[in-house]
């Protein structure tokens, strides 16, 4: 409703109102409506809606603000480790060290560079929602019918809906004859819903107002008139629309731990920094330029330049690793993120289930029937007590199987290998119900024509046919809701004969097939009609003879139901939250081994817990119905509030909000709405369940891989530091120069972390649970390792450094010799890292991975390059070495590797093989 309608109504201001504050339309009677929007049945005047559409503005929602791309690249820059990085910049440019400085700021825009490419596209989604918008409407203006555009629709406008139609804006139904709407994205109802211009409870959810059209939803059949009540940005679309715009978006547990590693290792370094130049300048008497490029030498030694650009890497990898398992990430550190999900919020309908209604069972006078096969493909087959049952050895089962065929308006098709549906997925079960039974659609439609119709409304929930063969002989069929049909029949068909219909019996069988979560159609024939060529409803008011019950369901898909115990096995918790009605819910989520089969917790109930309350609900209960796109919301903030990381899976516009905040918004390709792809940070291109737990093992790989990247690249900036703090203490020249650690961490130590990025999975690694966002990035034992693999380095570099200076050596080969030291420990180094805790040797490390070698081939290289190439020794002060020198790098270089290996096995022996070392 605009803000005109909605005040005076209502009597709130409209910033002051939620979605489900709304003026509740659907509980009063149409004339009342009519009456508050001074509107009428002719609808408006011409003069009239144009006064409205200048006072209230188009049936549009509002365009949303969008960060410019300079904004975009500007907010690359907002780190504190790259304000520290800008800051040793300009330090080096006031005291004249232009080539450091420039190198120095070329590191910073190319991380820069890195993390705008990979953020990418801006967010779509309120556009896509703008998508679902009608494009043109039936209204009555002056009393005649006119085709207007969608966006120039206002309050108090009549439009009219038909077949095909998508609804333009917020209808309160004035009249309905036989009207469908389909609401899935909206709601997640599975099967349109038969709507009444009869006003519904107050409190009625929105999938229960059956009374209202909603704006952005389709007309599957019948037709109806309705009033305008709310237009853009008031409908329920654009309170999604609104919704999705105000979400938080989280930050994700790497990006939250690399922040605080940031703001911890600044810290830090501004202390040391400090500290070493009031050592060197006070006690040791350097002069103050000397020990200010000393300072910023130290800096950028701490600072690990390389680590973003390795973190995106890998999480990059990990993208086009899940793609190729039908998973597309939106955004990066989605991929990390999967591997902390400690809880999946799915929707049922299209994600754990077919999105297809199915025929299960087939009761009849003689006992139950158990139909094999899903979807609209006439694949399977009859059991009863389980013995197989051919459809031809039961008369009675053809009957019923004709009459779901004949009282039937949906169209069912094979093209290039797959059954497509035309009509209401309800009455495509029934036809392939009738194609399992062994009938041909056509010919049974040719051998019985029908002759008149009474069409299925909600007044009178039933729809009837009637028929005639080519003698002449008619006769009524009818399907319907088995209450109302079981009115209408006082007898049961058995064994060709009629006899007294068991209402006993029926019931039982109804309820029975209801608490398996099946939509019940109850199907009955009137003979005996002659040459009537016309249906009343006085015909097939009493007298009919009941054929039998027929149990729909939207059947789950067999791999989701796997997917969902390896999730459980993983230590990842499944929650269902759907739209749909209880009972169906629990039946599924049993079947799909979601929740205890016993506990629900409606959105009615949701309403009426607080927060807090919510928050203890939330993690004893799995299976959650009715549920509005606010339920889902506040489900997601409930669970996160308990401290889980949440990942929320769904198709419908109605999932879109529960995306955008969940940690992990996971859309489906093939049946989702633009407007849930661009919510979520991934998309399943097969709409698969089973795709997610295949996403969570690779997540849980790239987080594996950052810290085993983290736990390579550390040490190198531990022992560039540790040199020269040493180097000061010592009172002897810095054994490498600021610009040469550039080199090593921006060239070297990233060119050989890659490697660790291509790493597959370790063993076991979806058989441990999910790891505590909260837990620290850098472990105790990470810590021990970086520092005893810095203290190694340290002793190799300085020594080789000093022993070089002692024997004659000039400052740039002692340099040079340093230098290549620090990048061979790194070489011999990587191969150990590759395993945390296992030994190198034990799992093929030297020669089984491809990546790794091939990242020391290039490093090789690039060492060659900058010892011998003379554009290299002119900018980095380096000189050649001879054979002897290289030989003496690599042996020391090399004591890394052995001493790392036994520490790996005094910890082996210590902790147990088996145990996680990041503990």
């Not at 690359?76 to 040793?88: A, E, K, M, P, S």
């Not at 929707?347 to 609209?376: F, H, P």
Request: hydrophobic share 45%; glycine share 8%; with cysteine.
């Amino acid at each position: 409703m605009t803000r005109a309608h909605r005040r005076p109504l209502v009597g709130a201001p409209e910033q002051e109102r939620s979605m489900s504050d709304r003026h509740p339309w659907h509980s009063e009677p149409a004339a009342t409506v009519l009456t508050a929007l001074a509107s009428a049945d002719q609808g408006l005047t011409g003069e009239e809606a144009a006064q409205r559409l200048s006072r209230y503005g188009p049936n549009r929602l509002p365009p949303r603000r969008r960060r410019s791309p300079l904004l975009r690249l500007l907010s690359q820059f907002h780190d504190i480790l790259i304000y520290v990085l800008l800051l040793t910049a300009l330090v080096t440019t006031l005291i004249g060290h232009l080539a450091d400085s420039g190198v120095i700021l070329g590191v910073v825009v190319i991380n820069a560079l890195i993390g705008f490419i990979q953020e990418g596209k801006a967010e779509r989604a309120l556009d896509a929602i703008r998508t679902l918008l009608s494009t043109n409407a039936e209204v009555l203006r002056n009393g005649t019918p006119q085709q207007v555009p969608a966006h120039e629709l206002v309050p108090g406008d009549v439009v009219q809906l038909y077949a095909g139609d998508k609804v333009p804006a917020d209808l309160r139904l004035l009249r309905s004859h036989g009207l469908r709407i389909e609401e899935a994205p909206l709601t997640g109802e599975s099967v349109p819903v038969e709507k009444s211009s009869e006003p519904v409870a107050d409190t009625a959810l929105l999938g229960d107002r059956y009374s209202m059209a909603y704006s952005g939803t389709l007309v599957t059949a019948g037709q109806g008139v309705g009033v305008v009540v709310a237009t853009g940005a008031e409908t329920e679309l654009g309170g999604i629309s609104r919704l999705l715009a105000e979400v938080e978006t989280l930050t994700t547990p790497l990006l939250a731990q690399l922040n605080h590693f940031g703001r911890v290792l600044t810290a830090a370094i501004a202390a040391v920094a400090a500290v070493t130049f009031g050592f060197g300048w006070l006690l040791r008497g350097y002069g103050a330029e000397e020990m200010l490029l000393a300072a910023v030498g130290l800096a950028v030694a701490a600072i690990p330049e390389g680590l973003p650009a390795i973190v995106t890497i890998t999480l990059a990898i990990g993208v086009q690793r899940m793609a190729a398992r039908s998973a597309i990430v939106r955004r990066l550190p989605a991929v990390e993120t999967l591997g902390s999900v400690s809880v999946i919020c799915t929707d049922k309908t299209g994600t754990l289930t077919r999105n297809e209604m199915t025929v299960q069972s087939v009761v009849s006078a003689a006992g139950e029937l158990a139909v094999s096969g899903v979807g609209y493909a006439p694949h399977g087959g009859f059991t009863q007590a389980g013995v197989a049952l051919e459809p031809t050895a039961d008369p009675l089962l053809l009957e019923i199987a004709r009459t779901a065929l004949l009282c039937n308006d949906a169209h069912l098709q094979e093209q290039e290998g797959e059954w497509q549906l035309q009509g209401d997925p309800t009455e495509g079960a029934l036809l392939t119900l009738a194609l399992k039974a062994g009938l041909e659609l056509q010919l049974v439609r040719a051998e019985f024509p029908r002759g008149d119709l009474i069409p299925f409304e909600s007044e009178h929930r039933f729809m009837a046919t009637l028929h005639h063969d080519h003698a002449g002989h008619g006769f009524a069929l009818v399907k319907g809701a088995p209450e109302r049909v079981l009115e209408m029949c006082d007898r049961e068909r058995l064994a060709g004969t009629d006899r007294p219909i068991d209402r006993n019996y029926w019931q039982q069988q109804a309820d029975r097939l209801a608490d398996r979560g099946q939509r019940l159609i109850a199907l009955a024939f009137l003979d005996g009609l002659g040459e009537r060529r016309e249906l009343h409803f006085s015909d097939v008011e009493g007298g009919m003879t009941l054929l039998g019950l027929v149990g729909l369901i939207d059947p789950p898909r067999p791999e989701a139901i796997a997917a969902v115990a390896s999730c459980r096995a993983a230590g990842v918790r499944v929650k269902m939250i759907t739209g749909d009605h209880a009972l169906t819910a629990r039946a599924i989520g049993a079947t799909m081994g979601i929740g205890d089969g016993q506990r629900t917790l409606t959105g009615a109930e949701l309403e009426q817990l607080s927060d807090e309350a919510l928050r203890g609900q939330v993690l004893a209960v799995d299976v959650f119905a009715r549920a509005s796109p606010e339920h889902k919301l506040r489900l997601v903030q409930a669970l996160q509030a308990e401290g889980r990381v949440v990942a929320m899976t769904g198709d419908g516009v109605n999932d879109a909000p529960a995306l955008r905040r969940a940690d992990v918004g996971v859309a489906m390709g093939r049946n989702g709405t633009e407007v849930a792809k661009e919510a979520a940070e991934m998309v399943l291109t097969d709409d698969n369940f089973a795709s997610i737990a295949a996403a969570v093992e690779e997540g849980r790989t790239v987080y594996d891989n950052i810290r085993k990247a983290i736990l390579f690249i550390l040490p190198t900036n531990g022992a560039e530091a540790l040199t020269l703090i040493c180097a000061i203490l010592f009172g002897v020249m810095l054994p490498i120069t600021p610009l040469q650690i550039l080199w090593v961490n921006m060239i070297t130590a990233v060119t050989l972390a890659l490697a660790l990025a291509f790493e597959p999975a370790e063993s076991g690694v979806m058989a441990r649970p999910p790891r505590n966002p909260r837990e620290p990035l850098l472990s105790g034992f990470i810590i021990w390792r970086i520092s005893l693999v810095s203290v190694i380095a340290v002793m190799g570099v300085f020594g080789l450094f000093l022993w070089a200076r002692q024997n004659g050596s000039d400052i740039e080969t002692a340099r040079t010799i340093a230098v290549n030291t620090l990048v061979m420990f790194e070489v011999f180094y990587l191969w150990s890292t590759r395993f945390i805790l296992e030994p190198v040797l034990n799992r093929n490390g030297l020669l089984g991975s491809r990546a790794t070698l091939l990242a020391i081939t290039l490093v090789v290289l690039f060492q060659l390059g900058f010892t011998y190439l003379p554009p290299a020794q002119a900018l980095f002060a380096t000189a050649p070495l001879t054979l002897l020198d290289w030989l003496r790098i690599t042996l020391v270089a090399a004591t890394v590797l052995l001493v790392v290996e036994l520490e790996k096995g005094w910890l082996r022996r210590r902790r147990g093989a088996q145990q996680r070392p990041d503990t």
